[in-house]
């Protein structure tokens, strides 16, 4: 659905994106970074789909409550106690600091998830369009780091289904060594009671503890030698792009583009849109969201008005989305 901004000069989706980061940072009030989480979960939503997006993203549940959690432990500021950590006369555990650290987290974790999304509707062929004639290294590094990490990930995988496939990888080797250690087990007649001591020479107890020393060793050492394997071939990899953009002549003319990038109506209106948006959503957020207060107490929030620009705002890709859909179905009933 979201696919539509692919279909503008790549200028949009790049200022849209850096402006919501950017915003995440400028205020921590609660409303903003509620909208902003939502905003950016919508949006990564629509462009990865519900499956991928949880698989990726649900470690920023327990990213939040870490942050939330350790704030509450490590600042004791705030009136409104809530409970007292050990007792009576213990750690204080304030509302302020709990809200204070949740916003943080999502602060985090939205920035993350928007990251997530320009990472599916920003092609290296944008970013290089765009920053090839500024800063023409930087941009190749940048491009190149975002498509070689990726590649080393699956190549890793890869090599780990292979060997595992072989019988060489930690939880074969792991398998194998459960089986060898696994004691034998007497027939015992129905009914007869036998002792189960873990100190025991032999006994269950000391062979689970000699398999699992066995297993985080055999862990660290295939771990050792994957990241060997990933650094070699990295390296040679890296040694045959380089040959193979000297052959094809890279740095000695102006670098061309494939596909021509030119501005036009529609992107001049998408980005005068998105600044006007963002610039208003940013002065909003400096005016209003700094007047609200973590401590010593809690403050009261700003009129509802105030949030709006910044939820159309996150909503944008959604609103182009659907300007091209009416626009279809008009030309389609005219027809």
Known sequence: MLSVLRDYHPAVAFVFFMAMITLCFLSLEPVFRIIGMLGSCAVALAVR?????????????????????????????????????GGAGGLPITLESLVYGC????????????????NRLMSRQGFLALFSRVAPTAALITARITVFVP????????VNNAQTALGTSALSKQAEANVIDAPDTPDVPRGTSTPDTPGAPGTPGTTQSRSSRTSLYQKLR???????????????????????????GFGSTQRSSYRP?????????ALATIILLGCLSGAFMLVYGGQFAFYPY??????WWVYVPYAVFCLFPFVLAGGERLAWTLSRSRA
């Open 49 to 85: 789909g519900a499956a991928a997006f949880v698989r990726a993203s649900w470690w920023l549940l327990l990213l939040v409550i870490i942050v939330t959690a350790t704030n509450a432990l490590f600042s004791t500021s705030g009136l409104t106690v809530l409970f007292y950590l």
């Open 103 to 118: 916003c943080s987290g999502l602060m985090l974790a939205s920035v993350l998830v928007w990251f997530q999304a320009y």
């Open 151 to 158: 590649e080393l990930v699956s190549h890793a995988r890869q």
């Open 222 to 248: 295939y771990a050792s030698a994957l990241s060997s394997q990933m650094m070699e071939w990295g390296m040679e990899k890296s040694l045959v792009t380089a040959d193979s953009m000297r052959a094809r």
């Open 261 to 269: 990038m030119r501005l036009t109506r529609p992107d001049v209106v």
């Open 298 to 303: 809690l403050t009261g929030l700003s009129a």
